[in-house]
C-alpha cells in the first residue's frame, strides 16, 4: 500500500497544475460566458496545451507520445479540470487513441492517421456512440436488432457507404478525425452488427450539423454529423467487421478510460469548488466575524473536503487497478459516484457563496458545469449497467 | 370546518389561465431561439394579456376594481403563469400584491383618487417596493440568537420648504424596478419631531428617479429587478403613506407558488417524455427505475404544493392559528425552504430522463432547472432561512 | 370554501388526548424499564381507558353508538395518541375504522342485531381484517406495467348441510388478531353458483379459530398482529357479509398519522433537550448547527402532517377530487411514501442532538426511531408503493 | 502509486477474515440476541481471537506484540467488523496501548500493566473520556474552566484521589485497566486542566455501575465508573500532569487512531450488507425470476457498492498516511463520511430484504450497529472539529 506519486508522476501533475493555474483557469469564464455555442474554443490553449503535451499524453511512446501511465492520466485531468472541466475533457478526449492504436490499428492506419495527429497542435478526435434516437440502447445493448445504432454503412467494392446521424458527439464539429460505431449488419442484434470506422473530417458526404447549446462544459463543443452517401475506405475500419461492440467491454477498451475520465475530471471540479468556499470562509466576513467562525459554514465544509477526499481516494485507487490490468466495476462505480459527488460539491460551494450573500459567476459555473455528469455518468442507465457488473 | 374544495371562482380562474398558458405561453417560453441567449427578455406581450384577463390586479379588492383575490387564489394564479413562464408570473404577482396593500390597506382617500384610476386602467401600469439597499447584509448568520440592532435607512426623505419630500438614496434588487410606474419607498424621515422609517409613493419617470434594470445572471428572484437611485428626489407632501412597513416585510408567498410551478412544468415534460421514448424496447415509463423516478418527483410536487397551500391560507387567516386550527410556526418561511429544495430536486430528477436533452441551455430542462435554482437563492437563501426559523422554534423570537 | 379552520369538536378531541397522552401514556411509555426488554407488551389499561373516552368506536356512525369521526379527525386521534404509543394508537384506531366499515357498510340490520351492541358495550371488543395470506407475495416487483393474474385466496368457504359456512384456511399478520373479538375473513366462497371472494364475520373464541401472536422483532405494523387459523371454523349462513372487499383494501390512513406522531415525539424531545443541554458555555439551541438540524426536522415534521392531513381528507371526499380541487392521484400511497421516509429521517436527526443518550435502547430516541423504522416496512415497502404510484402516473391503472 | 498489500498485511487480513467468518459471524445474532447488556460478551471469543493475537496485535514486538501497520490495522479491523461491528471493536479498543506505551509509558508502568496485559487473553482495555454531562466539551473543549471534565483528582503524597463518574465508557465494566482523562487543576481551561491517569478495575474507591444498553453494537459493553475516594498512586501518571489534553493532538494519539478505526469498522459493516444484498439478489425470485433482474435492487446495489470501494479506499489511504506520519484532516474526514456512509448502505440493504418481503435479523442488526456512528463518529461536534482543522 504506497500512496506516494513517483518522480514522473509528480512532474506530470505539476505541469498541469502550472498549465491550469496559467492558462486555463485565467480564460474560463470568460469561454463560459461566450452565448455562440460554436465559438468557444480557444485554439491558443489547445495549441499551448500540447506543446506541453496535454494531447498527445497517452499515445505510445514508440509514436511520438508520452505513454503515461493511468495514475498519471487521473492526475493530469483531476489539475486541469481544476482550472477548467471542460478543457481538461478537451484534452482527455484526444486519448482514446492510445488503447486504440495498441489494440487495433493497423500500421497503414496508423500512417495515415497517427502521424497527422501527432504533428499538428489542433488535431483533436471525436468518438461518435450517440444517434438522435436510442442513446441509451447503446449503452446496455437489448437483444432487439431494430435497437440501437441506426446509422448504416454499405459495402460497396473497396468503400463503405454510410448514411445516417450521430448527436451530440464530442468535438463532432472541430474534431479531424472521428472513430465512429456504424451499423454494417442491419439484421443482428447490435452486439455483432457494429463496425469501428476512422472517419476523417474531410470525408466526402459528411457534413457538420448543429452545435449543440450546453449549459456548462462550454469549452467542449458537442455537434450533430450527419452522412448522406459519405465514402469510407475499408481500410479505415478498425478491427473486425461487426466487431466493435465485442471490443468495448474488453480489456482496455476506451470505455474503461471513459469512467475513469469523468472521474478524475470531477474530482478536480470538486477541487475547485473546496477551494473557492475555502477562501471565502477564510477571508469573507459577516457580522464581523470570518465566514469560517460559522457551524452551518463548516459543516458544509467539512461535507465538501470529505466526499472530494473520498473520490480522491477511489480514483487513485481505479487508476492505479487500471494501469495493473486489473479490471472490476470499480471504474463505472467511481463513475457513477462522480455524479453524486460533483453535483453536491458545486452545490454547496454555491450555497456558502450564497449564504455569505454573494453570487460568484465562479461557483455558478461549477454547478453548471456539473450537470452533464447526470446524463455521460450517472443516469440510471449508467448505474444499471455498472450494477450488473457487480451482480454477475 | 376543514375543506379543500376550490371555490367555482378559483377552479375557472385556474382553467381559464392554464389554457392560456398552454396554447400560448409555454410554446413561446420554450423555443430554443428564446432560451439561447443568456438574457430572455420579459414577454410584455403576454404580460399585458394576463392583465386583460386580471391577473395585474386581482388581489386588489373589488371595490377598488380588482377581483379581492385571497392568497390562495393568487398562489394558484401564479403557479399556472410560472408552468409557462416564471418570469411573467413574478411581475404580475408583485403588482398584484403590492396593489392590495397599497391601495386596499395604506392609502388614505385622497391618495387613492390619485393614483388608482391610473393603475386600474392601464395594463402596463406595475408597482414596485423599493426597500432594500446595496450593501446592506440581512442575513442573521454569526448574529443567530443575539439581540440585533436595528436596522437604519440609509435613503432619507426630507422636508422641503414647500412642505414636498425630498428623497436621496439608493435601493438595490427592486423587484419589478424596471417595469414599474409607481414605487413604494422606505426612508428614514422626521415625521412629528420622531425620526424613523416611513413609506412614500413615488411615481416613476422623473429624472430625479432613476432605474437601472440589473443582469438576469445570478439573480435571485424572478421576474424582473433593477437598482434604484434618488437624486433630490421631490414628492408632494401627500405621498407619505401611512401604513405600516412590516406589512410589506413578509415572505412573498407568490414566490413559493411559482416555484411549484417551475417544478411541476419539469414533471409534466419527464411524464410525457417518458411515455414517448423507448429504451430496450420499452416506452421508459414502463422501467421500474422511470417509474420509481417519476413517483418520487410526483410526490415531491404533490406534497409541495400543499404545503404552499396552506401558507397562502394561514397568511390570510391568522384566526385560524388563533383558533390552533394552524401551529403558530413561520409557516411561510418553513415552506419557502421545503419549496425551494424540492422543486430543484424535482427538476434535475426530471432532466436526468431526458439524456443528452437534459443538458442543454436551449432545451425546456435546463430552463427549469436554471428557474428552480434562482428559487434557493430568493431572500437570503435557505441557510439563514433556517436558522430564523429556528430563533422562533427556540422561543428567541414570534412567529 | 377552502378552509384550515378545525371544527371545535376535533380541537376538543386533540386537547383531551393530547392531556391523557401527556400526563399518562407517555410517561409510561418511556419508562426505561419498559423500554429495555425486546418485547413490549401492549399498555392495555390505556387502551380500555381510551375506549371509553370513546376512541375505539369514534369513525362509527352515531347512530350506531359512535362518534361518526371522519378520517381527519381520526388522524389527528391517532397522531396524538402515537406521541405517546403507536401500538395503543393502532389497536384503537384500528378497531376504530374497522367498526365505521364493518356496521355502518357492510352488515344488513339482522346482523348489526346480532353483532352491534356487543361491540358496543365491551370495552375490550376489538375488531381485525383476516385478509392477508402466509406465503402470498402482494408485491408488485418485476410485475410492475405488466398484466397481473388476479390473485385466489387460499383460505375457502364452504356451506355445511345446515347451511353454515365452514372455513379453512390461514391468514398471517392479521393486525389486532391477538385482541380481536371478531373477525373479518377474506374466503373463497361459492354464491349464487358462483365462486369468488367474500367476506364474513368470524367471533374469536372458538376453538376452530386460533390465534398466535406474532413476535414484534421484524414486526412491519403498529400494534399488534397474529396468524390466524380456521380449522373447519363453523359460522352461521347469515356470517356473509354483502359489502364489497375493496372498502377494506385501501392504505390504513391512521398509520401515517401514527407516524407523524412518532416523528413529532422525537421533535418534541429534541426541542425540550436543546434547550437545556449545555455545550461550550451556551445552551446548544443556541448554536447554529442545532438550529439548522430543529428547523429541518420542524419543516419536516410540518410538512408531513399537512400531506397526512390531506390525503386523510381526500379519502372521504371523493366529490373534492371529481371537482378537480383535489387531483386524481393514489394521495393516500403518495402521502405513505413521504411520511415514513421524512419521519424515519426526523427521528434519526433528532437522536443525533441526544449524543450518547441517542443510541441506548432503554432511552425514548431509540424508540422512536425504531418506531419509525417500522412504518418504514408497513405494506409493502416504499420501492414498490412507488411502482404502483407510476403505474397510475402511466395510466396503467387508476388511482 | 501502489494499491497492493504485502505479505504480511495479506496474511493478517486472511486470518482475520477466516476468524470472522468462522468464529465471529456465527456467534453474532446470537450475542446480540441477549437481552441483558451486561451478558452480551463471550469470553470464549475474546480468548480465541487473543490467541490469534489479534488482542495484541498493535503493541510494539519488544513487548511482545506484533507491532501491525496502520494498513494491516485497517484491514483486520474491518475483516473482524464484517464478522461482528462490536466484536472487531472489543479487539480494536486494545490497541491503544500502542500509542501510549511508546509515547509515554515509563519502564515501570510497562512491568506493572503491559506484561499482565500480554499475559491474560481476557485482559481489555477501557479509556474513558465522557462524562455525565458535557460529552462534546471534552471533544470541543471551550475556553470556560467549568466546561468538560468534571472527575477531579487532588494530590495526597504519593497518591491521586478520585472523584466523580465516568459514563458510557467502552469496557467500563469489564475491562481490567482504564486510561482516565481526570481533572488535576480546577481553575484552568480543559486543555491545561486534564491528567491521564492508569486505573486498573481493582482501584480502591472505584466501581462499575449500570451497563448501557445500546440499540446496537451489543457485544461491545459500555458502563458507567463512579469513583468515591479512589485512590490512585501517582506512579500511574501517564505523561505530564495536566499535559494529557495537549497530548491528544499530537503525532500518533490515539483519537487520530480511533478515527480510523470507527472508519475501518464502518467499512466492514459495510461489506457484510452488500454482501448481504448481493447474496440475497442473487438467489431470491420474485414473480418467477431472481432479485437482481429488477432495476430498483440494481440502483440500490450499484449505491452500496460505490459507497462502500469509496470508504475501503479512503480508510486505506488514510492508513498509509499514518503509517507516513504524515497527518492531516482525512482521518477525521473519513470518520464523519464513514457515519453516513455505514447508515446509508445498511439502510438500503435493510430496505432491499423489505422489497423483497423478507425480514432479516442480520439486516436489521446492521442498522441497529451503524446508529451508534452518529454518536461517535458524525455528530455536528465531531463534524465541526475536523472542518475546523481543513479551514484552520
Given at each position: 500500500m504506497d500512496f506516494s506519486l513517483n518522480e514522473e508522476q509528480r512532474a506530470w501533475q505539476m505541469k498541469a497544475r502550472k498549465f491550469a493555474e496559467e492558462v486555463l483557469r485565467p480564460a474560463s469564464l470568460e469561454r463560459d460566458r461566450i452565448a455562440d455555442p460554436a465559438k468557444t474554443i480557444d485554439w491558443e490553449i489547445i495549441k499551448k496545451g500540447s506543446k506541453l503535451g496535454f494531447r498527445t499524453a497517452v499515445v505510445p511512446k514508440q509514436y511520438?507520445?508520452?505513454?503515461?501511465d493511468f495514475v498519471t492520466q487521473a492526475l493530469v485531468m483531476a489539475e486541469l479540470a481544476r482550472g477548467d472541466s471542460a478543457m481538461s475533457k478537451a484534452f482527455s478526449q484526444c486519448w482514446k487513441w492510445s488503447h486504440l492504436i495498441s489494440q487495433a490499428c493497423t500500421q497503414d492506419q496508423k500512417d495515415r492517421f497517427l502521424k497527422p495527429f501527432m504533428a499538428d497542435d489542433t488535431f483533436v478526435l471525436g468518438k461518435g456512440i450517440t444517434e438522435p434516437s436510442g442513446g441509451s440502447d447503446n449503452r446496455l445493448p437489448p437483444d432487439d436488432p431494430k435497437a440501437g445504432v441506426k446509422l448504416r454503412a454499405e459495402r460497396k467494392g473497396d468503400e463503405w457507404i454510410l448514411n445516417g446521424e450521430k448527436t451530440f458527439i464530442a468535438n463532432g464539429n472541430v474534431g479531424k478525425l472521428f472513430f465512429l460505431d456504424v451499423?454494417?449488419?442491419?439484421?443482428?442484434?447490435?452486439r455483432n452488427a457494429v463496425t469501428l470506422f476512422l472517419v476523417?473530417?474531410?470525408?466526402?458526404g459528411f457534413r457538420v450539423g448543429k452545435v449543440f447549446n450546453k449549459s456548462g462544459w462550454r469549452f467542449y463543443q458537442n455537434g450533430e454529423m450527419i452522412f448522406e452517401n459519405a465514402r469510407v475506405p475499408h481500410a479505415n475500419v478498425v478491427g473486425e467487421v461487426n466487431g466493435a461492440y465485442a471490443k468495448s467491454t474488453g480489456d482496455a477498451s476506451g470505455d474503461l478510460f471513459g469512467d475513469l475520465e469523468l472521474a478524475a475530471n470531477a474530482l478536480g471540479v470538486c477541487d475547485a469548488a473546496c477551494e473557492q468556499s475555502i477562501n471565502l470562509a477564510r477571508t469573507a466576513t459577516q457580522g464581523g466575524k470570518?465566514?469560517?467562525?460559522?457551524q452551518s459554514v463548516q459543516l458544509k465544509i467539512g461535507r465538501m473536503s470529505a466526499l472530494t477526499e473520498a473520490l480522491r481516494s477511489y480514483v487513485l485507487r481505479v487508476a492505479y487497478e487500471h494501469d495493473q490490468r486489473a479490471h472490476s466495476a470499480n471504474a463505472g462505480l467511481v463513475m457513477n459516484l462522480a455524479t453524486d459527488i460533483i453535483q453536491e460539491v458545486a452545490e454547496l460551494n454555491a450555497d456558502i457563496h450564497d449564504s455569505a450573500g454573494i453570487v460568484d459567476e465562479n461557483a455558478d459555473k461549477l454547478v453548471r458545469d456539473s450537470f452533464i455528469w447526470s446524463h455521460l455518468a450517472g443516469d440510471a442507465v449508467q448505474r444499471m449497467k455498472v450494477a450488473r457488473r457487480v451482480l454477475k | 370546518m376543514y375543506s379543500l374544495h376550490l371555490s367555482a371562482e378559483q377552479l375557472e380562474f385556474r382553467d381559464m389561465i392554464r389554457d392560456f398558458v398552454t396554447q400560448e405561453v409555454r410554446p413561446a417560453a420554450i423555443k430554443s431561439e428564446r432560451l439561447e441567449p443568456l438574457d430572455q427578455p420579459l414577454m410584455t406581450d403576454f404580460v399585458d394579456k394576463a392583465s386583460q384577463m386580471g391577473l395585474r390586479t386581482m388581489a386588489l379588492s373589488e371595490e377598488n376594481g380588482g377581483s379581492g383575490a385571497d392568497a390562495l387564489t393568487s398562489s394558484i394564479v401564479a403557479e399556472e403563469l410560472a408552468v409557462g413562464d416564471p418570469d411573467i408570473a413574478a411581475v404580475l404577482s408583485e403588482t398584484s400584491a403590492l396593489s392590495h396593500i397599497l391601495f386596499d390597506k395604506m392609502m388614505t382617500p385622497s391618495q387613492r383618487e390619485r393614483f388608482l384610476t391610473a393603475f386600474t386602467s392601464d395594463d402596463r401600469y406595475h408597482l414596485a417596493f423599493a426597500n432594500r439597499e446595496p450593501e446592506?447584509?440581512?442575513?442573521i448568520g454569526i448574529g443567530y440568537h443575539q439581540q440585533r440592532e436595528e436596522r437604519r435607512i440609509a435613503t432619507k426623505a426630507t422636508r422641503a420648504p414647500n412642505g414636498d419630500w425630498v428623497i436621496n438614496g439608493s435601493k438595490s434588487g427592486v423587484v419589478n424596478g424596471p417595469v414599474a410606474k409607481l414605487f413604494i419607498v422606505s426612508a428614514e424621515a422626521e415625521v412629528d419631531g420622531k425620526s424613523s422609517a416611513h413609506l412614500f409613493v413615488v411615481p416613476a419617470g422623473a429624472p430625479s428617479l432613476t432605474v437601472r434594470a440589473q443582469p438576469q445572471a445570478g439573480r435571485a428572484h424572478h421576474g424582473t429587478a433593477g437598482e434604484v437611485t434618488f437624486t433630490d428626489c421631490h414628492v408632494p407632501a401627500d405621498n407619505l403613506l401611512k401604513g405600516d412597513i412590516t406589512l410589506l416585510d413578509a415572505v412573498r408567498l407568490y414566490d413559493l407558488a411559482i416555484n411549484v410551478g417551475i417544478g411541476r412544468a419539469a414533471y409534466e415534460a419527464a411524464l410525457e417524455y417518458s411515455g414517448i421514448r423507448v429504451q430496450g424496447g420499452k416506452r421508459i415509463i414502463e422501467h421500474q427505475a422511470t417509474a420509481t423516478r417519476l413517483a418520487d418527483i410526483a410526490i415531491s410536487l404533490d406534497v409541495t404544493r400543499n404545503t404552499v397551500w396552506r401558507a397562502a391560507y394561514a397568511s390570510d387567516h391568522p384566526d385560524a392559528v388563533a383558533d390552533r386550527s394552524l401551529p403558530d410556526l413561520p409557516l411561510a418561511q418553513m415552506a419557502r425552504v421545503h419549496v425551494s429544495t424540492a422543486m430543484y430536486r424535482a427538476a434535475k430528477d426530471a432532466a436526468e430522463l431526458f439524456g443528452a436533452m437534459g443538458v442543454m441551455r436551449d432545451m425546456p430542462l435546463q430552463k427549469y432547472i436554471h428557474d428552480a435554482f434562482i428559487c434557493l437563492r430568493t431572500g437570503d437563501g435557505n441557510a439563514d432561512t433556517k436558522l430564523r426559523i429556528a430563533e422562533t422554534l427556540a422561543g428567541f423570537r414570534a412567529a
Open positions: 511520438g507520445g508520452h505513454a503515461i451499423r454494417t449488419d442491419p439484421n443482428a442484434p447490435l476523417p473530417k474531410d470525408t466526402p470570518l465566514l469560517k467562525e460559522q | 446592506t447584509d440581512t442575513r
